[in-house]
């Protein structure tokens, strides 16, 4: 047990020459210098009965709306619109899929890193092939193909940086090719070239994919931008003024940001109120998008898995819903 325990710390605590949503707030230095585990210092706003009176409210209160939510019958009414309307928009998953995939490989290639902002490409043929790949998916010509390359880019990439984990959610776009039949609408479907690579027993897996894949990369990142270094996360609450918004020390709001972030995570991973999390996943993502003022293109293509997973809810292997039926259309 001590071993596995030292093994998965290792894993999220691997030293990278930066974090992808902290590099806009704290130098390469900063982020070495303060890159410390230190639990301590995580759990000590829970020494602070201001604090703990504060969490204690904060529960009862989201348990007070959830209950009011389950129990009123317009909300009831509302969401099972939303479910229903969901279903007619599942046409358009392929769509989502290969448009987040293809930005994300042309903002690669036309920004020199491969997948993720973190990582450099190492060879500039590995530019063009992104940028080649990423105009294949976006106009849907040679997906098959088109997938196999961006898988095999993916886990090289994976090699060379294990902070790769945290976009998962490009490798569940990725295997969602394979998924379902991605081709319509784009040229394979217009000049009807079959996917071959199409596997069809998959399709049943296909939101399962989708939402482990965000899922896994938000509770890692959780883990490891603010878990696990504490001390850098409250430097970003300090320097961006978040203390200000919300007037709770640095420290708290690292505390907080990161137990949110990774429950979210852990939340769509196992399937529990999958819409309602992706919701949420949406709100923290979008908020972060606007107030730091991040890049664009690495965040497309956790908007596009987030608004698949809530077009498409829970799927197979889920708390909620462990048989759902997916319909043939996907």
């Known amino acids: 047990m001590k071993k596995l325990f030292i093994l998965l710390i290792g894993v999220f605590s691997i030293p990278h020459t930066t974090l992808a949503h902290v590099r806009y707030i704290a130098t390469e230095a900063e982020q070495a210098a303060l890159s410390q585990i230190d639990f301590a210092l995580l759990l000590s706003p829970l020494k602070e009965p201001k604090y703990i009176v504060m969490i204690i409210a904060t529960l009862i209160l989201v348990a007070i709306v959830y209950w009011f939510c389950d129990h009123n019958k317009y909300i009831h009414r509302w969401t099972e ?27 690669g290639a036309t920004n020199e890193f491969l997948i993720s902002p973190v990582l450099e490409t190492p060879f500039v043929w590995m530019n063009i092939l992104q940028l080649i790949i990423g105009f294949f998916l976006m106009a849907g010509f040679m997906t098959g193909i088109s997938a196999i390359v961006a898988l095999i880019l993916f886990i ?3 090699t060379q940086d294990m902070y790769l984990i945290g976009s998962f959610d490009i490798l569940g ?12 609408p784009g040229v394979d479907d217009i000049v009807g070239i079959p996917d071959y690579l199409h596997i069809k027993k998959l399709r049943k897996y296909l939101p399962t994919i989708l939402r ?16 696990l270094t504490p001390e850098l996360a409250a430097m970003v609450a300090e320097t961006t003024g978040l203390v200000d918004v919300i007037p709770v020390s ?26 309602l999390a992706a919701v949420a996943a949406l709100i923290i993502l979008s908020m972060s998008f606007f107030y730091f003022g991040e890049d664009v293109t690495s965040h497309v293509t956790l908007f ?27």
Do not use: C, N
């Open 250 to 275: 640095a420290m708290m709001w690292a505390f907080s940001a990161g137990v949110i972030e990774f429950v979210v995570g852990i939340m769509l991973f196992i399937g529990f109120r999958t819409r």
């Open 173 to 184: 776009l990725i295997l969602s090719l394979f998924a379902l039949d991605s081709r319509r």
């Open 81 to 107: 619109h939303m479910a229903h309307v969901g279903e007619s928009y599942k046409q358009f998953i392929p769509w989502i899929t290969r448009l987040s995939l293809g930005i994300i490989l042309i903002g």
């Open 156 to 158: 090289y990439a994976l």
């Open 212 to 227: 482990m894949g965000i899922g896994i990369g938000m509770a890692y990142l959780a883990i490891v931008e603010k878990i």
């Open 304 to 330: 596009g898995t987030l608004s698949a997973v809530f077009i498409l809810g829970v799927g197979k292997l889920g708390v909620d819903s462990p048989h759902p039926k997916i319909q043939d259309s996907l």
